[in-house]
């Protein structure tokens, strides 16, 4: 067995005749393990957090977006379904129709966007899984919408509302003067259904269907403004990408998930990093007492140490027994602090102890390289606090 860590080992587990230097050790060892449990739960809240996050956007963007380079809309060609349909890796795809209209409801009125969708559009979005209330559009009957949550807020507008129907009104195109009283052309439409999700794309869309927007926009049969497009394996989104953009090429653009909500993505990961690095100076603020803890045992081995040395051990192999010993004490630290960290995660997540609404419990997620990386910071922390703790001994300290 190696010397230094033999000695080490009976350092760490074997009592100090000082008891002051027994509850110092006592306080490192807590700080560590505070220290790891606090950032594993961190890690794992902000993982679970994200994966509740992006799941939202299932309802709400697809994985692919077909989209015009210039202008608002684009001719749906034979040849464009032909690359669509026969790419082996596309599961779906639904023709779109966007754009930005006037709602109306009684004496209420709210900007939003109508999106004209065809039947295949909850094959491609999951928006099935964000109804609230209702159900979503029934195909067979032309005016009936789906609204958010949001915009049902604003406009006190609930589903089926046959006294009062919601008026969609788009500006008129055109030159010259305009009659105030006939800007715009509007249809009647009847709620069947309320979706829930993130605040902006719960105030953002009025699902219709297609041919509603279209007339509403006077646009052909074969214009539309979009096609959002359901991989059948998400991780291949980036190649997809590129070969529908070479085989569509210049005048559409073909974006992912990620390139369409890109501010989005980095506020959730910038987020996980900075909260990583906050807890990592509370780690290296605590492994402080780790360093305390050292000194105050080399102080009190310093007879022992010098028995040591006129044994023939070497300063180098003395130093390296307060290296290990601070290294086991930070690694016993972080097993422990760990497994409560394991554990606890794993009760939120079975039995939801602690909630973010009545309905929901804040997300949370165990996985191997959040466990990995407690392990990993605390351990290369805790060797250098160790490192800096065992130079404070020389030859002189160990023969004064």
């Given at each position: 067995m190696n010397f230094p860590l033999y000695i080490a080992k009976r350092y760490v587990f074997a009592k100090s005749g000082n008891n002051a230097i027994n509850i110092i050790t006592i306080i490192a060892t807590f700080g560590v393990i505070v220290g790891s449990l606090a950032l594993f739960i961190i890690l794992s809240g902000f993982t679970g957090l994200r994966t509740f996050s992006y799941s939202l956007l299932d309802a709400s963007d697809p994985d692919l977006k077909i989209t015009p380079v210039k202008g608002k809309i684009f001719v749906f060609t034979d040849s464009i379904q032909h690359i669509l349909e026969n790419h082996t890796d596309i599961s779906s795809f639904s023709k779109v129709v966007e754009e930005r209209a006037l709602l109306r409801y009684k004496d209420k009125e709210e900007i939003a966007y109508i999106k004209g969708v065809d039947s295949t559009y909850n094959r491609v979005v999951e928006i099935d899984s964000a109804i609230q209330v209702g159900t979503w559009l029934d195909f067979d009957y032309k005016n009936t919408a789906v609204i958010g949550n949001g915009i049902s807020y604003k406009l006190s507008l609930g589903i089926l509302n046959f006294g009062e129907p919601l008026q969609i009104l788009m500006p008129k195109s055109g030159k010259g003067l305009i009659n105030p009283m006939n800007a715009f052309r509007n249809v009647k439409t009847q709620i069947t259904g309320i979706y829930s999700g993130t605040e902006e794309f719960e105030n953002k869309f009025v699902f219709t269907n297609i041919t509603l927007a279209q007339d509403l926009l006077q646009y052909q049969k074969n214009q539309i403004t979009a096609i959002e497009i359901k991989l059948k394996n998400k991780a291949l989104a980036i190649s997809l990408k590129n070969d529908l953009q070479k085989a569509l090429g210049n005048t559409l653009k073909v974006q992912t998930r990620a390139e369409l909500n890109e501010l989005f993505y980095k506020v959730i990961n910038s987020e996980n990093v900075i909260s990583y690095l906050i807890f990592t100076l509370v780690i290296i603020i605590a492994l402080f007492n780790v360093i305390g803890a050292i000194i105050m045992m080399i102080i009190d081995k310093r007879s022992n140490l010098k028995t040591l040395f006129n044994l023939g051990t070497t300063v180098k192999e003395i130093k390296q027994i307060f290296v290990?010993?601070?290294?086991?004490?930070?690694?016993?630290?972080?097993?422990?602090?760990?497994?409560?960290?394991?554990?606890?995660?794993?009760?939120?997540?079975?039995?939801?102890?602690?909630?973010?609404?009545?309905?929901?419990?804040?997300?949370?997620?165990?996985?191997?390289?959040?466990?990995?990386?407690v392990i990993v910071t605390i351990s290369i922390l805790g060797f250098l606090a160790s490192k800096i703790a065992s130079n404070r001994i020389t030859s002189d300290f160990i023969t004064q």
């Open positions: 290990f010993q601070g290294f086991l004490l930070t690694l016993f630290g972080t097993v422990v602090g760990l497994f409560i960290g394991v554990v606890l995660v794993l009760i939120q997540k079975q039995f939801g102890l602690f909630m973010v609404t009545q309905n929901l419990p804040y997300p949370v997620e165990f996985r191997w390289t959040n466990l990995s990386i």
